[in-house]
């Protein structure tokens, strides 16, 4: 058996890790090819993960908000293009999509005015960049939702 860590500031790997109950070692054992040094080296911070290991980790720790985590804090194209997805109930989820469906329903014409004449005035900017930020917001709303499934899944909650 594995010795128990007392570091203070764990990664989200480490977290991860050890939420789902599991030694480095019987960690590896779940990942055909990240071996308990590799992932010793990840979570002290001694090596950046690789998208390959994020992937497995996610899928061995049941834990799919690892790769969100990862493209949006560590990944420099994530970083840019990644927005981080926070994990909520399904009824959170479903309201927050609703209200955010409702406002755009309400911007509907706007848009379409703005749209019909293929450029936007300086005049049409702030209505424009208004409904750019809402369906900004539906993305990742419906990426949490996306998440949240996933996370279900590999609870084995969905299905049943």
């Known amino acids: 058996m594995g010795k128990r860590s007392v570091k203070a500031n764990k990664n989200e790997y480490q977290l991860a890790r050890e939420a789902a109950g599991l030694t480095r070692e019987a960690a590896s054992e779940r990942m055909d090819y990240v071996s308990a040094d590799r992932i010793e080296k990840v979570e002290a911070e001694r090596s950046a993960p690789h998208p ?40 959170q989820i479903t309201l927050e999509i609703i209200s955010l469906l409702n406002t755009l329903e309400a911007e509907k014409n706007v848009f379409i005015e703005i749209a019909a004449d293929s450029r936007i005035t300086a005049e049409e900017m702030q209505k424009f960049s208004r409904i750019q930020q809402k369906l900004g917001q539906l993305k990742i709303a419906v ?17 049943e």
Do not use: F, H, R
């Open 52 to 91: 390959d290991e994020i992937l497995a980790m996610a899928e061995a720790y049941k834990k799919p908000s690892l790769c969100n985590y990862y493209c949006s804090q560590e990944c420099p194209i994530g970083q840019k293009y990644v927005p981080p997805v926070e994990l909520k109930t399904l009824p």
């Open 143 to 159: 990426d949490t939702l996306q998440l949240w499934v996933e996370q279900s899944e590999a609870e084995g909650e969905l299905g």
